[in-house]
């Protein structure tokens, strides 16, 4: 049996993989994802897209 880096354990995900550039820009700060709790950058549970919490309290016009 293969360990996976990344998935889902009783619902919570988890991402064990070295962050890149482009994971971290995807999960702090993505605009085209309309969740407020994305999946965390690197390790279990969730983390914030900063992205969407600016453009529900109206900050990024």
């Not at 354990?9 to 070295?18: E, V």
């Not at 890149?20 to 995807?26: E, G, H, K, L």
């Amino acid at each position: 049996m293969r360990k996976t880096r990344q998935g889902t354990w009783l619902g919570i995900p988890y991402d064990w993989r070295r962050p890149t550039r482009q994971r971290v820009r995807r999960r702090w700060w993505n605009r085209d994802d309309h969740r407020i709790f994305t999946p965390k950058l690197m390790g279990w549970g969730y983390g914030i897209n900063l992205a969407e919490v600016a453009r529900r309290l109206r900050l990024g016009r």
